[in-house]
Nanobody
Framework: QVRLVESGGGLVQPGESLRLSCVASGTNIFRINTMGWYRQVPGKQRELVATITSAASTNYADSVKGRFTISRDNALNTVYLQMNSLKPEDTAVYYC????????WGQGTQVTVSS
């Protein structure tokens, strides 16, 4: 059974940084799949933050370009999201996803940016 576990969320002040991690278990297909980070705030649809393909090609939402960096370590079945220069509007629950289409989702980790 595929399981994704996110960690690294928390409460930070504007301008600070956080690094999210997502570890996948129960799968031997991590390295060949696109991984993604998404976020959701109450009352809004979940939105794409960043994706990284098996070839390490990356894609970012315009709102995070230049501030966030997605990376992956296939040996550890882990995908990361380095978030710098955080803004209050980055506050959300962040989810990682394995695959495209329906895919597999983690339970999410809360990121709160507030002074």
């Amino acid at each position: 059974q595929v399981r994704l576990v996110e960690s690294g969320g928390g409460l930070v002040q504007p301008g600070e940084s956080l690094r999210l991690s997502c570890v996948a278990s129960g799968t031997n297909i991590f390295r060949i799949n696109t991984m993604g980070w998404y976020r959701q705030v109450p009352g809004k649809q979940r939105e794409l933050v960043a994706t990284i393909t098996s070839a390490a090609s990356t894609n970012y939402a315009d709102s995070v370009k230049g501030r966030f960096t997605i990376s992956r370590d296939n040996a550890l079945n882990t995908v990361y999201l380095q978030m710098n220069s955080l803004k209050p509007e980055d506050t959300a629950v962040y989810y990682c996803k394995l695959g495209t289409g329906v895919g597999y989702w983690g339970q999410g980790t809360q990121v709160t940016v507030s002074s």
